[in-house]
């Protein structure tokens, strides 16, 4: 069973952040949250692989007497074996080197930003919020008219305080001091215009 990451309750803790947010400053807030930003599935592959070419050479290295068919029946039972095993996603994440699953939750929230923020406020005011719970991976990724107001290192404690907060599994609260956090810094420099009016969805969107 797929549980949800944020339930209906906490989705309206976050709608009413985004909402508060937005009454004072004119950044347009996207929260997008995901278990995981790849399925990494040729990992158990490759390790599966790996411990059977191993055993292929131990076993033709201490018992050559052994023969080819029992050799190759070893080696199709440990693939199998190991990469059932490894096919549990607790076990596969482990497999997936630091840098790659940077990577992945690094494109992915790009890819994020760029269909659901980027360009689409009249101002370019918008701003994704990404949490990636598998990489314990968040971003902030501001539109233009945000950076060329309050710039790019702003964000540094920010996001600091949001990474602590999901890598010891709080993720809705690390949400909600996020945006909050984001706020403060936004009304000195991006404050709301009386012009200002709703242009991007405040709920939180989970993939």
């Keep these: 069973m797929v549980t949800a990451l944020i339930s209906p309750a906490d989705g309206e803790r976050i709608l009413e952040a985004v909402a508060a947010v937005e009454a004072r400053t004119s950044a347009e807030f996207v929260v997008v949250v995901t278990p995981a930003s790849d399925s990494y599935g040729v990992y158990p592959l490759l390790w599966a692989a790996l411990v059977a070419l191993l ?7 201490l018992a050559p007497q052994w023969g080819s068919r029992l050799d190759f029946a070893i080696q199709a039972v440990l693939f199998i074996v190991v990469a059932v095993l490894l096919e549990f996603p607790g076990l596969r994440r482990y497999l997936v080197p630091g840098r790659v699953k940077r990577a992945h939750a690094t494109h992915l929230a790009r890819l994020q930003f760029d269909s659901r923020v980027r360009d689409r406020t009249a101002e370019r005011t918008g701003l994704l919020l990404f949490a990636s719970l598998a990489e314990r991976h968040v971003e902030i990724i501001a539109d233009e008219g945000i950076h060329a107001r309050a710039g790019g290192e702003s964000w540094q404690a920010v996001i600091a305080a949001f990474r602590a907060a999901v890598g010891s599994g709080k993720l809705v609260d690390g949400l909600i ?8 810094l936004l009304a000195a420099h991006a404050p709301r215009a009386a012009t200002d009016r709703d242009e991007l969805p405040d709920r939180p969107v989970e993939l």
Excluded: K, L, S
Aim: proline share 0%.
């Design 177 to 184: 001091v996020a945006i909050g956090a984001c706020g403060d």
């Design 55 to 61: 055993a292929a050479g131990g076993i033709a290295f």
